[in-house]
């Protein structure tokens, strides 16, 4: 049994009235802080993009600061990074442009995470270049072993109306790479900066809610992001059955 923290779109550098940027990194710190004092050890801690909010080196910088985890910690690039400067200032490597997807083995499942950006634009798309990394990813290695696949842009509606318009596209090529898999137990992604679970491709989406603010439905009225709302953050445990449960948390 894994059991992996998860939470995205912290926006490190969002100027919110005027503050520079103290609330958004604050947020981020109280979520960390909650982490890092849990009692028992997590198999993995995920940031599924928007890590920075203009992708700028200086917000890396701040990330690599209060990012720190006594956790395993794995991060995918969104629309508001710049893939040059997160691979310089997150993972300690020479700038380039192709899309950032990483292969992490843990214990008892693959993680893999995948870049749904697209250079200069909000919507997502997992170019042809991933989708054949993710393909081959998953052929090689342990067919035996549960993978979790990771990527910013959910694949499907959501029925947030500020959202969307700019979610990931493409998606029935994804589907067709995930039915040649059926080793994988479910997709987490972010981007909403709200909590929600679905459906995709006959498997689990599981949303991680936002921690810099929180889109709201239609129903719950104006404004349609709230600053109010506290940071959150979801614990998903992937068991022996390959079955995802996940736990919504509020840090407060």
Same mark, same amino acid.
Not at 21 to 46: S, W
Not at 162 to 167: F, N
Not at 175 to 185: D, G, K, N, T
């Given at each position: 049994?894994?059991?992996?923290?998860?939470?995205?779109?912290?926006?490190?550098?969002?100027?919110?009235?005027?503050?520079?940027?103290?609330?958004?990194?604050?947020?981020?710190?109280?979520?960390?802080?909650?982490?890092?004092?849990?009692?028992?050890?997590?198999?993995?801690?995920?940031?599924?993009?928007?890590?920075?909010?203009?992708?700028?080196?200086?917000?890396?910088?701040?990330?690599?600061?209060?990012?720190?985890?006594?956790?395993?910690?794995?991060?995918?690039?969104?629309?508001?990074?710049?893939?040059?400067?997160?691979?310089?200032?997150?993972?300690?490597?020479?700038?380039?442009?192709?899309?950032?997807?990483?292969?992490?083995?843990?214990?008892?499942?693959?993680?893999?995470?995948?870049?749904?950006?697209?250079?200069?634009?909000?919507?997502?798309?997992?170019?042809?270049?991933?989708?054949?990394?993710?393909?081959?990813?998953?052929?090689?290695?342990?067919?035996?072993?549960?993978?979790?696949?990771?990527?910013?842009?959910? $694949?499907?509606? =959501?029925? #947030?109306?500020?959202? @969307?318009?700019? /979610?990931?596209?493409?998606?029935?090529?994804? +589907?067709? *790479?995930?039915?040649?898999?059926?080793?994988?137990?479910?997709?987490?992604?972010?981007?909403?900066?709200?909590?929600?679970?679905?459906?995709?491709?006959?498997?689990?989406?599981?949303?991680?809610?936002?921690?810099?603010?929180?889109?709201?439905?239609?129903?719950?009225?104006?404004?349609?992001?709230?600053?109010?709302? $506290?940071?959150? =953050?979801? #614990?998903?445990?992937? @068991?022996?059955? /390959?079955?995802?449960?996940?736990?919504?948390? +509020?840090? *407060?």
């Amino acid at each position: 049994m894994l059991t992996i923290a998860h939470f995205s779109d912290i926006h490190l550098g969002q100027d919110h009235r005027g503050d520079g940027g103290a609330r958004a990194y604050r947020r981020a710190g109280q979520v960390m802080a909650y982490l890092n004092a849990l009692p028992g050890p997590l198999d993995a801690v995920l940031v599924t993009g928007d890590i920075a909010d203009h992708g700028l080196p200086a917000e890396y910088e701040q990330a690599a600061e209060v990012l720190t985890s006594r956790h395993p910690l794995f991060g995918c690039p969104g629309n508001h990074d710049r893939r040059a400067p997160y691979r310089e200032g997150l993972l300690g490597e020479a700038p380039a442009d192709g899309p950032v997807n990483r292969l992490h083995r843990l214990p008892g499942a693959d993680l893999l995470m995948l870049d749904s950006s697209i250079p200069g634009r909000d919507d997502g798309l997992l170019d042809e270049e991933t989708l054949g990394w993710l393909d081959a990813r998953l052929a090689d290695g342990r067919p035996d072993t549960p993978a979790l696949v990771a990527f910013h842009h959910p $694949p499907v509606e =959501l029925h #947030l109306p500020t959202v @969307d318009p700019i /979610r990931q596209f493409g998606e029935q090529r994804l +589907a067709e *790479v995930l039915a040649r898999h059926p080793r994988v137990a479910g997709l987490l992604c972010g981007h909403s900066h709200t909590g929600a679970a679905t459906t995709f491709a006959g498997l689990p989406v599981l949303v991680a809610p936002g921690v810099v603010s929180t889109v709201t439905l239609p129903c719950e009225g104006a404004p349609d992001i709230s600053f109010d709302q $506290p940071p959150m =953050l979801v #614990l998903h445990v992937l @068991d022996d059955q /390959r079955r995802l449960t996940t736990h919504f948390r +509020a840090v *407060v």
